[in-house]
């Protein structure tokens, strides 16, 4: 079987073509394999009060002022932080967070808020008003 020079120059043109496509391929490939950062999950109201620790109570105070102010109006989120305020023995700010959050409830109509957060809202404001910041 013999080879002609101008089969053998095809051959290697064949084998030189493929090259690239491999390489383009491989580098792809590789290119791909970059981490992408994880989407983060949007705050939500309920967010101040997940996963809440005492070691890590300031860390959950920092969260829950994220939630406040992604939901200004949203009477919620004040009375949870008042909880954490609370635990760290900041009655001041509790007790700001619960007058802040009374005023927005009072603005809400009764059936459109929940009856849970506004009866917490009141025994809370009245625990600011007996106790005194």
Not at 14 to 38: D, I, N, S
Not at 103 to 112: D, I, S
């Amino acid at each position: 079987m013999s080879v002609t020079t101008e089969q053998a120059g095809q051959h290697a043109l064949t084998a030189h073509q493929r090259r690239p496509p491999l390489v383009l391929l491989l580098a792809l490939l590789l290119g791909g394999c970059v981490e992408q950062p994880l989407p983060q999950r949007p705050i939500t109201r309920e967010d101040c009060l997940r996963n809440v620790t005492l070691e890590h109570l300031p860390s959950a105070l920092q969260q829950c002022d994220k939630v406040v102010a992604a939901f200004p109006q949203d009477p919620g989120p004040l009375n949870e932080r008042f909880l954490l305020h609370t635990l760290a023995g900041n009655t001041v700010a509790a007790c700001r967070d619960i007058a802040r959050a009374t005023t927005l409830a009072a603005g809400v109509p009764k059936t459109k808020l929940d009856p849970i957060l506004r009866q917490d809202l009141e025994v809370r404001q009245r625990s600011c008003s007996q106790d005194g910041p």
